[in-house]
Nanobody, 123 residues
Framework: QVQLMEFGGGSVQAGGSLRLSCPAS?????MGWIRQTPWKEREGVAA????????YYTDSVKGRFSISRYYAKNTVYLQMNSLKPEDTAIYYC???????????????????WGQGTQVTVSS
């Protein structure tokens, strides 16, 4: 059973930065960050595919967010720069064992989830 836990959420003003981290216990292949607000379904933000080290981003965060993975610590990171109020959400770390990018943006495509961390961006 894979366990995930998010760290690094918090409150920041617009234009600021935050870095989320998610150490994983057990084998994971594709790891992603998914966010949710009360008025939207869970939205895939970014994903990292092990092996190819391919990275994927939703359009609204391209150029501002960066996903990376540190294999030695089995940890995935999400560096968030130039934050906007619309980035406010609960951010979840998610993972699955399949090594591909298929439906990476779809919350239902992940098997394992962290408990979520709140990110609040004020204007």
């Amino acid at each position: 059973q894979v366990q995930l836990m998010e760290f690094g959420g918090g409150s920041v003003q617009a234009g600021g930065s935050l870095r989320l981290s998610c150490p994983a216990s057990g084998y994971t292949s594709t790891m992603g960050w998914i966010r949710q607000t009360p008025w939207k379904e869970r939205e895939g933000v970014a994903a990292f595919v092990t092996g190819s080290d391919s990275r994927y981003y939703t359009d609204s965060v391209k150029g501002r967010f960066s996903i990376s993975r540190y294999y030695a610590k089995n940890t995935v990171y999400l560096q968030m720069n130039s934050l906007k109020p619309e980035d406010t959400a609960i951010y979840y770390c998610a993972a699955r064992s399949t090594r591909n990018a298929y439906a990476w943006h779809y919350a239902g495509a992940y098997d394992y989830w962290g408990q979520g961390t709140q990110v609040t961006v004020s204007s």
